[in-house]
């Protein structure tokens, strides 16, 4: 997705966000994004402080933003997706409503029988 696609997702999660007044929310789920948007910043900033110091500019971290780290650290992606998954997923709930489950148990599911159209609802209405 190039950056027309991703900035209109973006726009239309604040948008929403602040329709079901939960603007909150909207930053606390944002936190990947937040912390991927940092980890360039702390790039670019340390490469230009070393560099400015010894002449040679030196990086933080292997790549830059942080999930590209991660990889040529040699993690593989699903790792990666897994991680950043936890941390939008479970993070907030916890901040959330510290009490929420990490897991919700299993409901049984209910079996309905389904009625053909223009049957009588019900056994009331058979007699």
């Given at each position: 997705m190039?950056d027309?696609?991703?900035?209109?997702?973006?726009?239309?999660?604040?948008?929403?966000a602040?329709?079901?007044?939960q603007?909150?929310?909207?930053?606390?789920?944002?936190?990947?994004?937040?912390?991927?948007?940092?980890?360039?910043?702390?790039?670019?900033?340390?490469?230009?402080?070393?560099?400015?110091?010894?002449?040679?500019?030196?990086?933080?971290?292997?790549?830059?933003?942080?999930h590209?780290?991660?990889?040529?650290?040699?993690?593989?992606?699903?790792?990666?997706?897994?991680?950043?998954?936890?941390?939008?997923?479970?993070r907030?709930?916890?901040?959330?409503?510290?009490?929420?489950?990490?897991?919700?148990?299993?409901?049984?599911?209910?079996?309905?029988?389904?009625?053909?159209?223009?049957?009588?609802?019900?056994?009331?209405?058979?007699?």
């Amino acid at each position: 997705m190039g950056d027309t696609g991703s900035l209109a997702i973006g726009g239309l999660l604040g948008v929403l966000a602040f329709m079901v007044q939960q603007p909150l929310t909207l930053v606390i789920v944002g936190g990947v994004f937040v912390l991927e948007a940092v980890s360039v910043i702390i790039q670019v900033a340390v490469f230009k402080v070393t560099r400015h110091r010894s002449g040679e500019g030196r990086r933080f971290f292997l790549m830059a933003p942080i999930h590209h780290h991660f990889q040529k650290r040699g993690w593989p992606e699903t790792k990666i997706v897994y991680v950043s998954g936890y941390f939008a997923d479970v993070r907030p709930r916890r901040v959330g409503n510290p009490e929420t489950p990490l897991t919700r148990p299993c409901q049984p599911v209910r079996m309905v029988r389904s009625v053909p159209q223009g049957a009588p609802p019900g056994p009331a209405a058979r007699h």
